[in-house]
């Protein structure tokens, strides 16, 4: 492979795609001076946009994913010995709210297609301890919602669904957003749309929507009246600013994400990878482009990483390991049992589809990864 005819420029750097709008929209905020959502009514504004965006009746907006995932289970009732299951194959902001409210996570494997929540490794962990599901809607694929929601009746469990990389994502032709009990988004500065930190979440049950707004300013309800112990999450004025022009151009940003993993596939469809794919009944927003490498090559994966940073692919691994291989899960009792999830990360590659990388950059990147990769299956 020729690679310094194809290599990537140097000092390349994706982030938001911001124009004007923004910039007169968080400048009308410094202006005014009104900063927080107390002084200003663009956190109302943006919380009411959003929510009637996904089709749920509230939204309560927080100043981080994180945040809202830790308000949802604090409103839920999840509390000390509680069990939750989540999946082995996700982000730490999933999981650590569970042990920060001294609850137990309960690791379950994931989908080998949409590495998403297994349903069925859900219903074989559950325990007489379990009172939540966290479903994440991994890389822009909505989880399973329509099974979880029924094991979740059955078995009288609160359905938490973690879409924090599918802003927008449908399933069975609905955005996500009002199909679990809470849902859960980060406005992160890599994600679909941004509000450079930040998150809500939705839902359609009132009493946890209170619960949510009064968890998210200190526990107080009234002005001097403490009900519960709650935390300081609230979202400015100047990151709401930044959502209510943001979410107006979200559909867009979509089809640009999707345009560039189509890009990749192309690229990369006539070798022997497992490719991200859709489910029949969901519309992916492709957060991220992740594929499988052969099995043969899971030994060189690293290598095979190395190689394409070194021709300046912005190439990265979500996820390296399960997420129980991590030292702050060391007191869990295993074995975790998630055979999936132990092959996903010794295979899995990610590539980035943000819509700040221009379509020609798109095109370069999915022709460097397919040159570099085909060396190693030769």
């Not at 109302?44 to 749920?56: D, I, L, P, S, T």
Request: glycine share 8%; charged share 25%; proline share 5%.
């Amino acid at each position: 492979m020729k690679s310094d005819s194809k290599r990537l420029p140097e000092g390349l750097r994706f982030g938001p795609l911001f124009d004007e709008a923004e910039v007169e929209m968080v400048s009308e905020v410094v202006r005014t001076g009104r900063l927080t959502q107390f002084s200003s009514d663009l956190v109302n504004e943006f919380e009411r946009a959003f929510a009637a965006y996904v089709g749920a009746p509230a939204g309560i907006a927080v100043n981080s994913g994180t945040a809202a995932l830790h308000t949802a289970l604090a409103a839920a009732g999840i509390g000390t010995g509680d069990e939750v299951i989540v999946p082995a194959f996700t982000f730490i902001g999933t999981v650590g709210p569970i042990l920060q409210q001294q609850a137990v996570p309960v690791f379950a494997d994931i989908d080998p297609q949409t590495f998403c929540l297994s349903v069925e490794d859900t219903a074989r962990k559950l325990t007489s301890k379990t009172k939540a599901i966290l479903a994440v809607d991994m890389f822009g694929h909505p989880a399973d919602l329509d099974p979880l929601r029924e094991l979740a009746a059955e078995h009288d469990l609160v359905l938490i669904e973690d879409a924090c990389q599918a802003h927008g994502a449908k399933y069975k032709g609905v955005r996500v957003g009002n199909l679990a009990d809470l849902t859960c988004y980060s406005f992160y500065e890599s994600k679909n749309m941004t509000t450079g930190e930040g998150g809500i979440i939705t839902t359609g049950n009132e009493r946890l929507a209170k619960l949510c707004r009064t968890i998210r300013h200190q526990g107080e309800e009234n002005w001097g009246i403490i009900k519960r112990l709650g935390f300081n999450y609230r979202m400015g004025a100047l990151q709401a600013a930044l959502g209510v022009v943001q979410l107006k151009k979200l559909d867009k940003f979509n089809e640009m994400r999707r345009e560039r993993a189509a890009i990749y596939t192309a690229a990369l469809s006539d070798l022997d990878l497992q490719l991200p794919g859709e489910s029949p009944d969901v519309w992916s927003v492709f957060h991220v482009y992740s594929f499988l490498l052969p099995n043969e090559l899971a030994g060189r994966r690293d290598e095979i990483v190395q190689r394409l940073r070194d021709e300046r692919v912005p190439v990265g691994v979500a996820y390296p390991r399960p997420l129980y291989a991590s030292p702050v899960f060391a007191s869990l009792e295993g074995p975790f049992d998630c055979p999936v999830t132990e092959d996903v990360c010794s295979r899995v590659i990610t590539l980035p589809t943000l819509q700040s990388i221009p379509v020609e950059t798109a095109e370069l990147i999915g022709e460097i990864t397919r040159d570099v990769v085909r060396e190693y299956m030769r």
